[in-house]
């Protein structure tokens, strides 16, 4: 099961993040690869995070911010030991119940538009696709926002 997240797990969820992103074939390169213990504790401190744990090490993780009248969700990262057991959409259930506990009306996320799988996995998981965006010096859309609005 999720737990939260806690400053002490910032350098493994750092960790974590950086190997999972890493060798993502995306342009611009995905900013995830420079996550630092730093960065996510400042993360953390300005939101949260939910982490799966098994035999003491953090196989998969989320952050999470209030953000737009809704709560963002970035940085979903799970080992490449662990995928294709459901961690994700565990962790993504777990920042949807954050957002109701703290009465947010929906969940959003950016997503880059070659990651067809990760568009998929939102997709069965509830979200859709809203508005399509470019990174700054790119003329064709690189990433969509994705939404799902919670049940009140
Ligand atoms: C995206 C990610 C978080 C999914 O985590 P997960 O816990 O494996 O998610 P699921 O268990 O729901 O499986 C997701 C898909 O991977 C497939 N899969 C199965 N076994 C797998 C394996 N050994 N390795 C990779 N993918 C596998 C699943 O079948 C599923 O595919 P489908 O959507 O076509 O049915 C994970 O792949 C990851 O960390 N990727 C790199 C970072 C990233 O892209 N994060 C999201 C940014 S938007």
């Known amino acids: 099961m999720p737990r939260p997240l806690t400053p002490a797990d910032a350098a493994a969820t750092a960790a974590l993040i950086r190997t999972s992103f890493a060798g993502q074939a995306v342009d611009p390169p995905a900013s995830a690869a420079r996550e630092t213990a730093a960065s996510i504790a400042a ?3 300005e939101g949260g995070g939910f982490g799966v744990e098994r035999d003491g090490a953090l196989l998969g993780v989320v952050l999470w911010q209030p953000d737009q009248g809704g709560m963002y969700l ?9 995928r294709g057991q459901g961690l994700a959409p565990r962790l993504l259930a777990a920042v949807e119940a954050e957002a ?4 947010l009306p929906r969940v959003h996320l950016k997503v880059r538009l070659p990651l067809l799988g990760n568009r998929r996995l939102f997709r069965r998981c509830g979200f859709v696709e809203t508005t399509l965006h470019a990174h700054e010096g790119h003329d064709q859309p690189t990433y969509c926002v994705m939404e799902k609005l919670l049940a009140p």
């Open 43 to 45: 993360a953390l401190a």
């Open 74 to 82: 970035g940085r979903l990262a799970v080992a490449a030991t662990a």
């Open 100 to 103: 109701r506990r703290r009465g």
